[in-house]
T-cell receptor, first 113, second 114 residues
Framework: AQSVTQLGSHVSVSEGALVLLRCNYS??????LFWYVQYPNQGLQLLLK??????LVKGINGFEAEFKKSETSFHLTKPSAHMSDAAEYFC???????????FGKGTKLTVNP | NAGVTQTPKFRILKIGQSMTLQCAQD?????MYWYRQDPGMGLKLIYY???????DKGEVPNGYNVSRSTTEDFPLRLELAAPSQTSVYFC?????????????FGPGTRLTVL
């Protein structure tokens, strides 16, 4: 069975600092990987996804993530945090051929001025 | 395109009442999903549908029912509301499943059962 682990339910950074949100997955076959963002009182919005090919994936709002098969990781980064990045971030995985996404428990990002 | 829409946005139910959460999408997507989100628990899949007339259980289906009579609509029914069903409910859709297609989410319905 697939699972997704997000290390750290809360992450706090200063404005302008590096953002690093960690995601590890378990899957018997190479999966498709997604990062979603949820702003307060809103639905989930896709940030970026890894399908095949280049392992460094760029998304919206300056975020990127790197797929590392050897480490079964798909960590999300942004070089310089902005106040508007404060939100909850969810990593999700789908095994090829499956209809279902499996979500991590989420990481709430706080950006301090 | 309106995308995925959900009604109502908020609802308070008494224990034992029933209600239907509405979900509609105008993107002609085959696959639709219902999730519940509880604090610190991520999203849990309740039911999903691979097309009109076809539904299947997800991870937490107990206490819920669904139907899919059209491609556009995928309502979620709570028959006998319980406090454990207090949650935020999200509907999502995707054109195809099993591949890299993105799931598109509605804005959610916040349900409280007292």
């Amino acid at each position: 069975a697939q699972s997704v682990t997000q290390l750290g339910s809360h992450v706090s950074v200063s404005e302008g600092a590096l953002v690093l949100l960690r995601c590890n997955y378990s899957s018997s076959v190479p999966p498709y990987l997604f990062w979603y963002v949820q702003y307060p009182n809103q639905g989930l919005q896709l940030l970026l996804k890894y399908t095949t090919g280049a392992t460094l994936v760029k998304g919206i709002n300056g975020f990127e993530a790197e797929f590392k098969k050897s480490e079964t990781s798909f960590h999300l980064t942004k070089p310089s945090a902005h106040m508007s990045d404060a939100a909850e971030y969810f990593c999700a995985v789908r095994k090829g051929g499956s209809e279902k996404l499996v979500f991590g428990k989420g990481t709430k990002l706080t950006v301090n001025p | 395109n309106a995308g995925v829409t959900q009604t109502p946005k908020f609802r308070i139910l008494k224990i034992g009442q029933s209600m239907t959460l509405q979900c509609a999408q105008d993107m002609n997507h085959n696959y639709m999903y219902w999730y519940r989100q509880d604090p610190g628990m991520g999203l849990k899949l309740i039911y999903y549908s691979v097309g009109a007339g076809i539904t299947d259980k997800g991870e937490v289906p107990n206490g819920y029912n669904v139907s899919r009579s059209t491609t556009e609509d995928f309502p979620l029914r709570l028959e006998l509301a319980a406090p454990s069903q207090t949650s935020v409910y999200f509907c999502a859709s995707t054109p195809l499943a099993g591949g890299p297609d993105t799931q598109y989410f509605g804005p959610g319905t916040r349900l409280t059962v007292l």
